[in-house]
């Protein structure tokens, strides 16, 4: 008889096989944790770098209403010491005085800070020497409070919201600071408007480029101080004073976005 002979499997190449697939699953493994690493490490950093930017902001305005009342503070140190100058009166009274002369209407002042705080005391110092309830002539009744294009904070029209609701509203970030803003830390609630100008104003609820945003476009970030008792002589003298801001965004539309960004580069330049 004769025997069939099957012809034998290799083991040592379906071993070697084995193996191969091992270590090739292996690396794939580590390949995917090594991807799975660096995307969680960038996300983290991003959110690290997004926690950090929102500190500093909230940091910032903590740091900006702390400022108003110190400022208020050393307000009513003053008061304190008037003791000592009257005092000294009688000294002061014999030696001349040079006369400051006042200036008449609207007054110009630019702050040329880096800082946003030291904006701030400016804007302060400000709001402190406009005579609010006085009716004499060539007092100033309106100030221009332009920021200077070196403070990177105001560049960002965002940020500069941020610093005009520091300065005039009463309920800042949920409430968090209700009653805290400039005005109300210096009493002057009802005695003085903050109106808010920048070159990327752009109203609530409107379309990017819309022409009517230009009724509050200037040719930098600047806040207009006006006199509450001027506005209100203001509006009562107005047959229409309703009409007034739809009247200026028609004209505004009439006009059109390409003159107007030329306007607006032509003051820029001067």
């Not at 950093?45 to 940091?59: C, F, I, S």
Request: with cysteine; proline share 3%; glycine share 6%.
């Amino acid at each position: 008889m004769v025997k069939c002979l099957r012809p034998r499997r290799r083991k040592r190449k379906r071993t070697m096989m084995i193996a191969e697939m091992r270590e090739m699953g292996k690396r794939t493994k580590e390949k995917t944790l090594t991807i799975w690493r660096t995307t969680t490490m960038k996300n983290l950093e991003r959110k690290t770098r997004r926690t950090k930017n929102r500190a500093e902001e909230r940091g910032r305005v903590r740091f900006l209403h702390t400022l108003c009342a110190r400022q208020r503070g050393k307000g009513n140190r003053k008061s304190s010491l008037t003791t000592r100058k009257d005092k000294k009166k009688t000294s002061i009274s014999r030696k001349k005085k040079k006369k400051k002369k006042k200036q008449t209407g609207i007054k110009i002042v630019v702050s040329e800070r880096e800082q946003i705080e030291d904006v701030l005391e400016d804007f302060m110092r400000e709001l402190k020497e406009i005579e609010y309830d006085s009716d004499e002539e060539g007092i100033t009744k309106t100030v221009l409070f332009v920021i200077s294009p070196t403070c990177e904070f105001v560049n960002d029209f965002d940020s500069f919201l941020d610093f005009a609701n520091v300065i005039d509203d009463a309920a800042l970030q949920n409430g968090d600071y209700r009653g805290e803003s400039v005005l109300d830390q210096l009493d002057l609630r009802g005695k003085v408007q903050v109106v808010a100008f920048h070159p990327d104003f752009v109203f609530a609820g409107e379309k990017l480029g819309d022409p009517g945003a230009f009724t509050n476009k200037s040719p930098y970030p600047l806040l207009h101080i006006l006199r509450e008792k001027d506005v209100t002589e203001a509006v009562r003298s107005h047959p229409d004073v309703k009409s007034i801001p739809k009247a200026n965004v028609e004209r505004m539309r009439e006009i059109g976005n390409e003159r107007l960004k030329k306007m607006l580069d032509g003051l820029r330049s001067l």
